[in-house]
């Protein structure tokens, strides 16, 4: 099936650590986002990438990394430096930025 | 940046009812997407509508872009219908280069 696919749903991290999420997708589309969503509120913009090793901030990008090596795949890392990263984490792609956007199913990440 | 307002901000619904939700937005945009974020979290694409009308089954959306806003109309709602509803918006070339969300409707339809 084509689509987007986020591993894992569900990620425990100690305070210190660094952890890499993954994204996946199959609609061979260039654009790919990286978004946080924190309970009762709305998604905002971690990282966008419109190809393939180019990439930008986007409104939170601070204790974030990204990398964007190949077309289906854009990782995102979150490091130690980013103070509260409890939260759920999604990940999007459309044909080419600005057309319509496709989400995964999201990664619930919370710090212990 | 560009500001966007959905109303209202809670609604409960008995099943069978019809509900308008409404996205407000403060700039010119050429992308606006609605979806549906299910009770597991993943949102479901409902409408890509820049400007004019669409309709999918039960529900339809109208975005009049020179006006700024968006509605979605769902019609008959039914339990499966309850969630967050989000507007999004994008000025893709211009200012505002991403998909900015609203804050979302909380739609619950009871039986």
């Not at chain 2, 994008?90 to 991403?98: D, E, L, Q």
Request: charged share 15%.
């Amino acid at each position: 099936d084509g689509g987007i696919t986020q591993s894992p749903k569900y990620l425990f991290r100690k305070e210190g650590q660094n952890v890499t999420l993954s994204c996946e997708q199959n609609l061979n589309h260039d654009a790919m986002y990286w978004y946080r969503q924190d309970p009762g509120q709305g998604l905002r913009l971690i990282y966008y990438s419109q190809i393939v090793n180019d990439f930008q901030k986007g409104d939170i990008a601070e204790g974030y990394s990204v990398s964007r090596e190949k077309k289906e795949s854009f990782p995102l890392t979150v490091t130690s430096a980013q103070k509260n990263p409890t939260a759920f984490y999604l990940c999007a792609s459309s044909g080419q930025i600005g057309t319509e956007a496709f989400f995964g199913q999201g990664t619930r990440l919370t710090v212990v | 940046g560009i500001q966007v307002e959905q109303s209202p901000p809670d609604l409960i619904l008995q099943e069978g009812a019809n509900s308008t939700l409404r996205c407000n937005f403060s700039d010119s945009v050429n992308n606006l997407q609605w979806f549906h974020q299910n009770p597991w979290g993943q949102l479901i694409n409902l409408f890509y509508i820049p400007s004019g009308t669409k309709q999918n089954g039960r529900l339809s959306a109208t975005t009049v872009a020179t006006e700024r806003y968006s509605l979605l109309y769902i019609s008959s709602s039914q339990t499966t219908d309850s969630g967050v509803y989000f507007c999004a918006v994008g000025n893709y070339g211009g200012a505002t280069n991403k998909l900015i969300f609203g804050t979302g409707t909380l739609l619950a339809v009871q039986p």
